[in-house]
């Protein structure tokens, strides 16, 4: 009998064992990016922006040349580098803490200048790699290591909504937010990415995709229910769609 | 060689920079350097490059890095307050061996200071401003000429050892003109196979300076000490004018030299040995030099438009063996010939 093979490493992936908990959304989003540049056949072409946080060593993961970019830095970073390298493709992987706390300024800049690069960028609600620390996405009344209480809109305000903010600006090409917590949504969240990537490709300008994740090991959950709270609890706050598409 | 051209010192900077093989700058308007980004604003097009006005200090400097690290020639400038927000970014940059020059048209500190050229960012400049063990090798040009080529020297030398320069000029001599003979362009350019291009063919580059396991840090840090000591054993450079016999040498630099010059030269007018002692380089400093200077002569005079900060490097190398005085003034205003011409009598037993 003929033998197929049916599923292998992406070839933008080392093989390199990650460090991310069980149950944690970093390594399936890491997989569909990189399914994405094997895809569009673009790996010896691309340069990684990794952040700050829980994804830092992406550099070790992606098989890609990568550039480590500090705290809140990777949208600036990667303008450095596509202006350096107009001809590469360019992404950068951020997560909550550094895109939308640290980094405000950077991404919305970016943004508004409609750099053409994509942003990935990974909302699991508080800051994982620091121990679990209230993030400027943590929801109201969420617990955390500094909301012991549950966070307290009158004195943290409200979560950001990245996306809705972003998609207000003129520069994106693509603003969208997905989650990887079902089967049908991986293949929706490789498909926006892969969209992020194609009109950057297309010279479209900046493609901004939020993929909710989950944190197990600082929520406090079990990996299953890690994924149900991702329904119940983010979902409702952080609708899934498109908010921009140009 | 051309004919000489009447440019102001920040203007010569941009333009040396472009000669320079520079085709990305990144900054953010602030005095008195803001003729550096406008320069680029207008001639960085017809030359094909890149100039981009952050939204920060932080986000420019950044930009060089994504810029540096893909092999370009990268720059920005910015003037104290500025330069203070960059330097996380300038401590990543040497600790990931990326090449760039930084300028520094300082203005007097601290806080929002004022706007006028002072040189109270030594410290920051030799001695860390960002964190963790490292260097920055720093030119200290006191002549619009030296604007130009220090800045074309800068980016050689930032290729040469893969390590940020600094440039630390200041308001007066950004600010003032003075003719410049302009160089050729720089035409040669070292290959940056370590640059984050796409791995085509190649095993995939990094660019990173996270060292999760101590050891592997200290480690990294025996090869930055490494390269750090092969910068300050090749680049070191400084002037010594009329030191043979001095009884007394005047150490200063940038604009504080062209003080101290004068002074010197009314000084030898009258038969008094005066000599100057002129870094070029703040880091590396040239200390064997001083401490040469001070077997021999009676004292020296550190002049600086600062409250003190060259001067204690200055004491570090002279080691007691002879006095070192301290003349200076802060906060943006200008340092007074007959001020320093009295301090030199006083000192000479005049
Ligand atoms: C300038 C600076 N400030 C703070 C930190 C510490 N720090 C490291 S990761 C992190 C939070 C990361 O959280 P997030 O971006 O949400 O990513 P996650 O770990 O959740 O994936 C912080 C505050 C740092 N490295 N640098
Ligand atoms: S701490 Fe949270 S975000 Fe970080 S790897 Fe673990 S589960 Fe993922």
Redesign the interface.
Known sequence: MEEKLVFSRPEALTDMPTHYCPGCHHGIIHRLVAEVIDELGV?????G??SVGCS??A??Y?????????HG?AP??????????PD??VFTYQGDGDLAAIGT??I??AAARGENFTVVFVNNAIYGMTGGQMAPTTLDGQRTQTSPAGRDPHLAGHPLRMSELIATLSGPSFVTRTAVNTPARINQTRKAIKKAFELQLAGRGLGFVEVLSTCPTNWGLGAVESGQWVDSHMIPYYPLGVFKED | MSEKILLKGNEACAMGAILAGCRHYFGYPITPQTEIPEYFAKHMPEAGGVFLQAESEIAAISMVYGAAATGRRAMTSSSSPGISLKQETISTLSAGDLPCLIVNVARGGPGLGCIQGAQSDYFQSVKGGGHGDYRLLTLAPNSVQEMMDLTILGFELADKHRNPVLILSDGVVGQMMEPVSVPEPVTSFPEKPWAAVGAKGRPKNIINTLHLNAAVCEERNRELQAKYKRIADAELRYEEIDTQDADLVLVAYGISSRIALTVKNRARAEGLKVGVLRPITLWPFPTEALRRLAERVKGFLAIEQSAGQMVEDVRLAVEGRAPVAFHGRSGGVMIQLDDVEADVRKLLGR
């Open positions: 790996r010896e072409n691309t340069v922006v990794a830092i060593l550099y070790d992606f098989n890609v040349d990568m550039v480590g970019a500090l830095r600036a970073v990667a303008t450095g580098v596509k202006r350096g390298r590469s493709v300024a950077e919305i800049h």
